[in-house]
């Protein structure tokens, strides 16, 4: 090297770790999830020697399922900024309404013949349809809030479903309801295939149809949906179809897993599907998340709920520690909302 030469030197990168921690919190609505399973799964394999076993993963899967399906519907609201609180209430009164429009002595089945059974699906599907329609209704012509539309919606479905019973329990059901909900092919729950297979359907329409985009562009921003020209009412009135939809599919495999249509069977779930969302990441203010935050909220709850059940703990604590833990996910959601805001600004 001759004394002309001059050598220049690479400064370090003083903004990589910057970066790296701007990352971490940017994602960490996704990352706290993944983070909460894996602790979890941790904790009971070596808490219950029988937890982390083949035969247990598939209990998991099965007891995840109506959840599941009933999930895929909300995500689609909640990515919206909207909630629906009816979604148990449907799922309850659209599977009562199947067994009831089966049994031979419906006051809809004037001869006093059994209704053929897919003649009393498709007559659930659309009563769980026109009761998304009416909540749809109330919010985007109406402009009742989605919280209070829902509410009022859950005592109606509620009030419909006493109607329908009356007090009884009802068992039959068609016979593709029964297969569907109760059966097995090839040692795989019926009712499992049908949640991977709806969740699956709801991922691509979020992630690769323009209703999917303008779903995230409602929930993301929706003044600005507004003003490219996007009917935003339409996409919200259509998420509330859906969810009531995707909450009457599974009502109606619910009953066939339970073996029974009776009053409130289903209002565990509001609580279950929300928190399966909520938990999984996806955002309580819309545009941030998906169905594949909702996957992984539906293992938490399920991998939580299913463990408890293997260890010796006090069942009134289960409660208690179920609600400690949608807690901890609102705080991370809200808290996560806020880091997007001061990175915005």
């Avoid at 829902?150 to 009802?170: D, E, H, K, P, W």
């Amino acid at each position: 090297m001759t004394s002309g030469e001059s050598v220049t030197v690479a400064a370090p990168d003083r903004k990589r770790p910057h970066r790296l921690a701007a990352m971490l919190r940017s994602q960490m609505r996704n990352i706290a999830p993944f983070l909460t399973l894996i602790c979890l799964f941790g904790f009971f394999a070596a808490a219950s020697p029988s937890f982390a076993t083949l035969d247990n993963f598939g209990n998991i899967l099965t007891q995840i399922s109506v959840t599941g399906i009933i999930a895929v519907g909300l995500t689609f609201v909640i990515l919206c900024a909207e909630i629906d609180l009816s979604i148990a209430a449907i799922a309850n009164v659209t599977g009562i309404a199947v067994a009831y429009f089966t049994l031979q002595e419906s006051y809809v089945n004037i001869a006093n013949v059994p209704m053929p059974g897919w003649a009393a699906i498709l007559l659930a599907l659309a009563l769980c349809a026109l009761l998304g329609l009416v909540n749809a209704f109330g919010l985007t012509v109406i402009g009742i809030p989605s919280f209070i539309m829902t509410l009022a919606m859950m005592q109606i479905a509620a009030g419909i479903s006493a109607l329908l019973v009356r007090g009884q329990i009802a068992y039959k059901v068609p016979p593709l309801v029964t297969t569907l909900g109760s059966t097995s092919i090839g040692g795989i729950p019926w009712i499992v295939i049908v949640a991977a297979l709806m969740l699956l359907g709801g991922h691509l329409v979020l992630t690769y149809t323009r209703f999917g985009r303008y779903v995230y562009m409602v929930g993301g921003n929706r003044e600005a949906a507004e003003y490219s020209g996007l009917n935003v009412k339409l996409i919200l009135g259509s998420v509330m179809v859906i969810s009531a939809v995707c909450a009457g599919i599974g009502g109606m495999l619910g009953v066939a897993h339970f073996g029974s249509a009776q009053q409130n069977e289903f209002d565990t779930y509001l609580l279950d599907s929300i928190a399966a969302v909520v938990v999984g990441g996806t955002s309580l203010f819309g545009g941030r998340g998906g169905i594949g935050n909702t996957i992984v909220g539906l293992f938490v709850l399920g991998v939580l709920n299913n463990g408890l059940d293997h260890v010796n703990i006090d069942s009134f604590l289960k409660i208690l520690i179920r609600g400690l833990i949608l807690l901890a996910a609102l705080v991370i959601n809200v808290y996560a909302q806020r880091l997007r805001e001061r990175t915005a600004d």
